[in-house]
């Protein structure tokens, strides 16, 4: 048997600003949008075979503990670029901050926090 990640779900303060910034920065697309869960909005945007679904309540999200304090935490969600160096450039310009650079083997990355303070790692894997 194989398997292949399709979605995640996660909440944030504002869906379409955090689509916004992901289609700048990753190149993504909005899916689909409309209403969820119990009141909610949620908006799905990736590519063709995966995406992410970026959910908000109906009484609007609210600020927790770390994720990395948290039993069942969002510790970072990891996104394979294919220019580490353009990428970075363009999360700059988004207003976020690049941090913990670092080779390893088999690539290169470095980690953000968005708005919502939700962290992402962007690598990009040696030829």
Same mark, same amino acid.
Do not use: C
């Given at each position: 048997?194989?398997?292949?990640?399709?979605?995640?779900?996660?909440? /944030?303060?504002?869906?379409?600003?955090?689509?916004?910034?992901?289609?700048?920065? =990753?190149?993504?697309?909005?899916?689909?949008?409309? #209403? $969820?869960?119990?009141?909610?909005?949620?908006?799905?945007?990736?590519?063709?075979?995966? &995406?992410?679904?970026?959910?908000? #309540?109906?009484?609007?999200?609210?600020?927790?503990?770390?994720?990395? !304090?948290?039993?069942?935490?969002?510790?970072?969600?990891?996104?394979? /670029?294919?220019?580490?160096?353009? $990428?970075? @450039? @363009? /999360?700059?310009?988004?207003? =976020?901050?690049?941090?913990? !650079?670092? *080779? &390893?083997? #088999?690539?290169?990355? =470095? &980690?953000?926090? *968005?708005?919502?303070?939700?962290?992402?790692?962007? /690598?990009? &894997?040696?030829?």
């Amino acid at each position: 048997m194989s398997a292949q990640l399709e979605h995640a779900n996660f909440t /944030v303060s504002d869906p379409e600003a955090t689509a916004a910034w992901m289609t700048r920065v =990753f190149g993504w697309r909005v899916r689909w949008q409309g #209403p $969820a869960i119990a009141g909610g909005h949620t908006m799905h945007i990736g590519n063709d075979t995966q &995406y992410v679904a970026l959910f908000t #309540p109906p009484e609007g999200a609210k600020s927790g503990v770390s994720s990395y !304090h948290t039993t069942g935490g969002l510790n970072h969600i990891g996104i394979v /670029v294919n220019d580490l160096e353009a $990428a970075e @450039v @363009v /999360v700059k310009a988004q207003g =976020f901050t690049p941090k913990n !650079h670092a *080779d &390893y083997n #088999p690539g290169r990355r =470095f &980690y953000f926090h *968005d708005h919502d303070g939700i962290e992402y790692e962007l /690598v990009q &894997y040696d030829a």
